[in-house]
């Protein structure tokens, strides 16, 4: 992974994120030792500030100290009760650490464009693709939404059980509208035909690519070896 | 949805985007309740709770796509998301793919359109998320050894194994049928209040 640092700000071949999340879920539910995880853990994140995410690589990196605090100093100081939910918090939360930084990373650096190219040089099926990638663009929709709904709520002085009722039903009616509206412009540029789709992404994978796979799936082995 | 009986029955553009629009709002719900099961009791009714609350989205698909895999679809992208955030183990897994099959099953069987039909197709799948908190009584000892490896405290282990009685089996399995039941109810009356009078359904 140094030589490939070298080069300054990287780009990743989809696929080469995606293996490496596939890694990164293998150590981090195989392992046990916290020094691996740490490892793990300061690698990606390196990995991640090379990529040009440097910003969220300190917040993870924050957030993961915090998390080593308050499991090895504060929490053994705190009264029972909040221990206890403090540590399956903090225990959790470290567990989803590395796919989670791998996560930022596909969020921020891969276009759901470039995820669709590189699991159609997979062979994923259109059936698949399509759908996934329409609900991975829809979560940010449905936040928007709920950030509107609230607000019209708050005008109206709605409470209690009621406003269950009222969250549900706009986001099913915008939701129903939304399936609509994208199906016929989807249709309109041709997502029916059945010949083989192209893309203006061009993919192949790269020194750096074969690296840090290599890099990862050394790490993987040696985790195994000593611990 | 007149035209989805005279066309053929496999999934075209919009039915697949339809099926991924209701599959982010079944994810959000879900993923919601999952984080609710770091406490342990929530973690055993999480399969019933997501069964009362996920009904409306599901019996608005099972309306909206009457044609085989719409289901099974939702379920595996429910899954690969769950995995990318390092969530899915092998038992959910395995539930998941039995619960959506047989959803998919009660569906081909029931022609789609029946709402008992639809009601009982989503009881089983929300049978499928059983399997998040099963390997407790699967794997009862090396779970619990486990997961005291795994740094959580004594008092978290000991009000698991409190849990892990038989009789808390049977509530957790039985939660979701019942509550797929009231689930897919409330998604009826809210249905006749507001869907159809809009032409949704």
């Known amino acids: 992974m140094s030589s490939a640092a070298k080069k300054g700000r990287l780009n990743f071949d989809p696929r080469t994120k995606l293996i490496l999340l596939v890694i990164a879920n293998i150590v981090a539910f195989t392992q046990q030792s916290i020094w691996v995880e740490i490892a793990w853990v300061v690698s990606l994140l390196i990995l991640i500030a090379v990529c040009g995410c440097g910003k969220s690589a300190c917040k993870l990196a924050v957030a993961f100290s915090i998390c080593l605090l308050l499991q090895y100093y504060i929490v053994p100081v705190m009264p029972q009760v909040l221990a206890t939910t403090f540590l399956i918090l903090a225990t959790y939360a470290r567990k989803i650490f590395p796919c989670l930084i791998i996560g930022t990373l596909l969020v921020q650096k891969t276009s759901v464009r470039e995820m669709t190219a590189a699991l159609r040089k997979w062979h994923v099926p259109q059936g698949l693709i399509i759908p996934l990638s329409v609900t991975i663009r829809y979560f940010p929709a449905i936040k928007e939404e709920i950030g509107y709904i609230r607000d019209a709520m708050k005008f109206r002085d709605i409470h209690g059980i009621q406003k269950l009722e009222c969250l549900v039903v706009p986001i099913m009616m915008s939701a129903t509208a939304t399936a609509e509206e994208l199906s016929a412009a989807a249709v309109t540029r041709g997502i029916e035909n059945p010949n083989k789709k192209t893309s203006i992404v061009t993919m192949r994978f790269g020194v750096h690519d074969v690296l840090c796979l290599a890099f990862g799936i050394i790490f993987c082995v040696v985790a195994f070896i000593i611990v | ?201």
């Open chain 2, 1 to 201: 949805m007149k035209n989805s009986t005279t066309n053929t029955m496999r999934m075209k553009g919009k039915d697949l985007i339809t099926v991924g629009i209701f599959s982010a709002i079944y994810f959000v719900i879900n993923f919601a309740f999952m984080l609710l099961g770091t406490i342990p009791i929530m973690w055993i009714l999480m399969p019933g709770l997501i069964a009362l609350f996920t009904g409306i989205p599901y019996m608005l698909l099972a309306a909206k796509v009457q044609k085989p895999g719409a289901i099974f679809l939702m379920g595996l992208i429910t899954g690969l998301i769950y995995f990318i955030t390092g969530q899915f183990t092998t038992v959910i897994l395995i539930t998941f793919v039995i619960g959506c099959g047989l959803a998919e099953l009660v569906r081909f069987l029931t022609k789609y359109k029946s709402f008992m039909g639809n009601t009982l197709s989503f009881a089983c799948f929300s049978i499928g998320m059983i399997g998040s908190p099963l390997p407790i009584w699967l794997f009862k000892e090396s779970f619990i050894a486990q997961i005291s490896e795994q740094g959580m405290s004594a008092d978290y282990v000991a009000s698991i194994e409190a849990l892990s009685s038989t009789g808390m089996l049977v509530l957790m399995i039985a939660a979701p049928i019942v509550l797929a039941f009231v689930g897919a109810f409330i998604a009826k009356v809210l249905f006749k209040k507001h869907f159809v009078k809009a032409g949704i359904v």
